[in-house]
């Protein structure tokens, strides 16, 4: 079979899935690699292997000597760069362009029909892609698990954005604007009763502190006090999000 040259919207529906894949499941095995590789006539090897590529260009794994595969094509920069300028646009773009060749544009049309024509439809459409992109780019980097307490129970997980959605709109669906948090923690990191420092430590809110003492607050919020949060695989929070929390979101008194 003669060697084809990956076009750029192969490459960027194989970089949603390499955001949407935990970093140890890259494989041929993979059911999501299989599918995105009979869609595109492709091997599953193949694929595995663009996956890899991708990884050589994350900051997370590069500070842990995980390079990935280690020559990929420029094309693969460029399209890391065109997702890391505008997440939200390029997410629903990517998923628009992976619903097509995997044959799941009905499923998306479907949706969209719940809603009136207009605008508004196609916003609301626009924002269920893209949160449900953004759940599953940060779950897969913690491994759904819950940094803070380890609770894996996925009904209980959250997707957490350090800077709120409505803050800064071209990274509401960048994976290092997350944290994987179970509902608890995330309704205090989301109210500014906790906070995860740049230097990736949680710290309780004084407010917290001052405004009960009973065994739930203290086994909930105050033992995990100063506590390391688990680091993900890939997608390290970005350090100038988790400073706006801190200073913009926070609760300090």
């Not at 940060?138 to 709120?164: D, F, M, Q």
């Amino acid at each position: 079979m003669p060697h084809l040259d990956w076009t750029r919207e192969e490459l960027i529906v194989a970089f949603n899935l390499y955001c949407k894949i935990p970093f140890g499941r890259i494989h041929i095995r993979n059911p999501l690699i299989i599918e995105l590789a009979q869609a595109l006539g492709r091997t599953p090897s193949s694929v595995s292997w663009k996956l890899a590529n991708f990884a050589r260009l994350d900051p997370a794994l590069q500070k842990r000597n995980v390079v990935g595969a280690s020559h990929g094509a420029k094309a693969e920069i460029e399209i890391w760069e065109e997702f890391k300028s505008d997440w939200e646009k390029r997410t629903f773009e990517s998923e628009r362009l992976l619903a097509q060749v995997t044959g799941r544009v009905a499923e998306l049309e479907d949706e969209a029909k719940v809603f009136p024509e207009g605008k508004t439809r196609e916003a609301i459409v626009r924002t269920r892609v893209n949160q449900s992109f953004f759940r599953a780019a940060v779950l897969a980097a913690y491994g759904s698990k819950c940094c803070i307490t380890g609770c894996s129970v996925p009904e209980l997980l959250n997707a957490s954005h350090i800077v709120p959605w409505a803050v800064d709109v071209k990274n509401r669906t960048n994976p290092r604007n997350g944290l994987c948090l179970n509902a608890i923690h995330d309704r205090a990191f989301d109210c500014g009763l906790l906070t995860v420092t740049p230097d990736l430590r949680v710290k309780i809110s004084p407010k917290a502190k001052r405004g009960s003492s009973d065994v739930g607050t203290r086994e909930l919020l105050f033992r995990y006090e100063d506590a390391p949060v688990s680091l993900p695989r890939h997608f390290v929070p970005e350090p100038e999000f988790l400073t706006y929390h801190n200073e913009s979101i926070f609760l300090r008194s």
